[in-house]
């Protein structure tokens, strides 16, 4: 195996998660916040017709952030697999932060029609469902997320290839998105999907990738030089 190379794709891997964090944090907050899964028609209608310029430019960083996350999946899954005797770990955590990018990218295909079409003239009930689907939906993140993060956090657990921080910080982001799926059954508040709340599962699954990408970008150099 040629580690030299293996350390530097690492390296742009971790770059590329720090880009995926920025251009999501980005993303996210340049509209401001969406309207709760409770909102009136109204305010959903007036989101997107109003907000169409920055929707667009939300969908951009959104979407290159998708791609940046895959990259760094992948780079992780390169320094795990490294540490790890069989791979299975590692190959799962990539397999949860690729269904995490391409989920992305669905929903972002989905909200295209919104922006376009239907939020301007479609009649309510259209546009109920779309707009319940996108958010309600994204609950359904916390899986692939627990398990992108998960088996990540196993691998360092067992064999010490990042710190007892990193560790926790993963435990913590696991439960805190499997939580998550709680929001499912809230109708109303800061709980309900899109409510004020749920940026906490986000902002703990950004650390985390923030802590990895670190050590992506600091040690794979080390870690290869071990490996030899």
Known sequence: ??????AYWERVAGVAGIVSVVTSAL?????GAPPAAD???????????????????????LAAGAVAVIMFASGLRSFLRRHE????LSGASYGGGLTVGILVLVGLFLEIGLIYRAAPHADDVLLRTFF?????GAVFFAFPIALYVGAAT????QTGAMSKTIFWIGVVTVIGNLAAASQLFVDHGPWAPGGSATFIPFLLLVIWEVAVAVVLIRQPSAAASAAE
């Open 1 to 6: 195996m040629d580690h030299a190379n293996d």
């Open 27 to 31: 993303g996210t907050f340049i509209v």
């Open 39 to 61: 909102a009136t028609m109204e305010k959903i209608r007036a989101y997107y017709t109003h907000h169409r310029t920055e929707l667009l430019v939300q969908m951009l960083l």
């Open 85 to 88: 005797s069989s791979g299975n």
């Open 132 to 136: 319940d689907a996108l958010t309600t």
């Open 154 to 157: 196993i691998v360092v657990s």
